[in-house]
């Protein structure tokens, strides 16, 4: 794979709430002729947001929050009962890839979590996200791909080097 580009801090407009989707790397990158899109998100021990029952049930009227996660959940093919317990972040970070993707004519879509847990945390709500696309995540390891919205998505965690904060 080729890094073409890379956007730190990338913003992703999304329909309802109030902010868009802020995403710590967003890369372009060739492989095989092809583009891909990928969202980076870095994570040392913060949680990936509420779960989505939560984060829906703090909205008040006019928020725009159903909206919101109505679109999601349209853009990854799942329904509000299958994300009750998953992170909302997880999603909104998802839809951006794809989001990405269908702008600049790639077929293909990456949500990386790049982890520098000494412990893994957040691991088991990743793993619990992916596997609502019949995938089974791995350290260090792409799974996928998940068809959705004519892009193939894929999902990664890869785990930053200890010492690093340490130094």
């Not at 794979?1 to 999304?14: D, I, R």
């Not at 919205?149 to 010492?163: A, L, R, S, V």
Request: glycine share 6%; proline share 3%.
């Amino acid at each position: 794979m080729e890094l073409l580009f890379a956007f730190p801090e990338y913003k992703v407009p999304l329909p309802g709430g109030k902010r868009e989707s802020q995403n710590d790397i967003y890369v372009i990158a060739k492989s095989n002729n092809n583009l891909i899109s990928i969202m980076i998100e870095g994570k040392v021990s913060e949680p990936f947001d509420k779960t989505v029952l939560d984060w829906i049930s703090n909205s008040g009227r006019n928020s725009g929050k159903q909206d919101r996660l109505d679109f999601l959940l349209n853009k990854l093919n799942l329904n509000q009962a299958q994300v009750q317990h998953i992170r909302y972040q997880l999603l909104h970070r998802t839809v951006s890839a794809i989001i990405e993707a269908q702008r600049i004519g790639a077929k293909n879509a990456l949500m990386l979590v790049h982890s520098f847990s000494q412990t893994k945390e957040w691991f088991d709500d990743f793993a619990q996200f992916v596997k609502l696309f019949g995938l089974t995540a791995k350290i260090n390891s792409i799974v996928g791909p998940y068809q959705t919205d004519g892009i193939d998505i894929y999902f990664g965690w890869t785990k930053g080097d200890e010492n690093y904060l340490t130094k």
